[in-house]
């Protein structure tokens, strides 16, 4: 089955902790991206991969990392998380082809206490 | 940068009845417009997709037009059910010198029986 998954679904941790949300997708897709939705502001892409060893800022890169090593993966990760990161995050990818349809993944709820 | 604007940010409307949602953007220079919904606290379900080259695509009740010159998009749900209560969202793959998406925040639609 063609899909995009994300670990773990839900997260809950502390301030300083270091953490990665992982996100790996089985369609060959060459773009991927991280969002997060928070109320009244929406969608809000932090993150895209074009492909392997490519990588650029999305609105809200601030206080994030990701990687690309190998097309299908595509990490976030959080350094140092603060409470102004609880929020649900999403992974998405796409063929990087004329549609760029995107196929997302379940979405993680993380909470920084 | 690409601003995403839908409108009504909220809809309520009998069962039956026959609406449109609005999604307007800055920047005509993308590679699609694809609509989602999404139900409370939960993922992303895509609705339709059209590409900057096609002007309309319909799935059931549903047709979505895109009018790129203009920065323009329609989500039609004809004959509206309880079941089609949800927020949808809009969101706008650039094409220019980023490969950027940008989500619209959404309307929320409440269909009452």
């Known amino acids: 089955e063609a899909q995009v998954t994300q670990n773990p679904r839900y997260l809950i941790t502390v301030t300083g902790k270091k953490l990665t949300v992982t996100c790996s997708q089985n369609m060959n897709h060459e773009y991927m991206s991280w969002y997060r939705q928070d109320p009244g502001l929406g969608l809000r892409q932090i993150y895209y991969s074009m492909n392997v060893e490519v990588t650029d800022k999305g609105d809200v890169p601030e206080g994030y990392k990701v990687s690309r090593k190998e097309k299908r993966n595509f990490p976030l990760i959080l350094e140092s998380p603060s409470p102004n990161q609880t929020s649900l995050y999403f992974c998405?990818?796409?063929?990087?082809?004329?549609?760029?349809?995107?196929?997302f993944g379940p979405g993680t709820r993380l909470t920084v206490t | 940068k690409q601003e995403v604007t839908q409108i009504p940010a909220a809809l309520s409307v009998p069962e039956g009845e026959n609406l449109v949602l609005n999604c307007s953007f800055t920047?005509?220079?993308?590679?699609?417009l694809q609509w989602f919904r999404q139900d409370p606290g939960k993922g992303l379900t895509s609705l339709l997709l059209?590409?900057?080259?096609?002007r309309e695509q319909t799935s059931g009740r549903l047709n979505a037009s895109l009018d790129k010159s203009s920065g323009r998009s329609t989500l039609y749900i004809a004959a509206s059910q309880p079941g089609d209560s949800a927020t949808y969202l809009c969101a706008v793959h650039s094409s220019g010198g980023y490969q950027k998406v940008t989500f619209g925040i959404g309307t929320k639609l409440q269909v009452i029986p």
């Open positions: 920047d005509s220079a993308i590679y699609n």
């Open positions: 998405a990818s796409s063929k990087a082809d004329y549609s760029y349809e995107q196929y």
């Open positions: 059209i590409q900057s080259s096609q």
